[in-house]
């Protein structure tokens, strides 16, 4: 990210801490909500090698409506990172909001229909991501494709969901070189009947409509990877008491079909298309407010063992 086109957006906010160097509340899109937003942290301890460094981009969860989830909810694991004594390969961290989906039973914050940044639907949530992802381009790290992409819950739908638009078609955004799903959902339809209290169905159907084709379409990405050659991380808890262990074996299956070998570590030396599960032990939401099974993911996923090198 250059310095330029941060300090030309309106809201930003900068800091420092002995650590890093923040600008927060970036706003990366034209005319956008108060849920256009990104912060970015760039840590003072650079990785050792530049050319083979990547961005970290961490996408939140809530089921596309929790107001009360947003990227702020990464700043807990970004914080055991930045303590950490060994070296990392991120050059930058960015976590960013998307307008949401209609909230109107929330307890304390409920949506409005006059908030524009709460009253979206599927493929909106999709499209602020990549909007968000082209304003990164801008920097030289992103131009370049080095950045990985982090989604916890339905932040992993959307993470994969960008992956396969970006590897799809040429653009000017390139894909991800690695993917880093937590507690995901990967077949909606699937989870709606697994769970059969209303909530799910509730959120399903604000962020993608009754049309349970669109339900399919929209999560299963079947042929959808094929083209996209790095590597996912999938992390799923078994003791989540929200999204089950199903949704993280249906997805690996679909990558299988699609070209990807299933691999039980990451320090083989990387070949791309490869995809590893973690099974971990704790609650669906205490992946990002403990923050340490977030950050151990992360650390993991940008690791230069893991990701394709950059080529010279
Ligand atoms: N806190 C959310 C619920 C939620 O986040 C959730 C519930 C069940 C399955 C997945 C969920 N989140 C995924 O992003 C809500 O109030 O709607």
Redesign the pocket.
Known sequence: MTTETLLTSRTAEYHESPHARYWTDVSYKYGGTRLNLLDICVPKRQPEDPHQAVWLVYIH???W??PL?DRKSFNTALDLLLQDDQPHNIAGFVSLDYRLSPYPSHPTSPSSTHDDSRNVQHPEHLNDVLVALSFLGSSAAITAGRYVLCGH??GATLAMQATARLSARYGAIQPPVALSGMEG?YDIAALVATHTHP??RE?VTAAFGQNEETWVTASQLVGKMEKWQGNVLLVQSSSDE??DMEQTDSIVKKLVVQGFTRTSTTSTGNEGKQVLKVVIDCLHDEVWEKGTELAKAIRVVTDKAWISPAKH
Do not use: K
Request: glycine share 14%; net charge neutral; aromatic share 14%.
């Open positions: 969860g809530g089921a409506r929790d989830i819950s339905c959902i909530a799910y959120f929200l999204v």
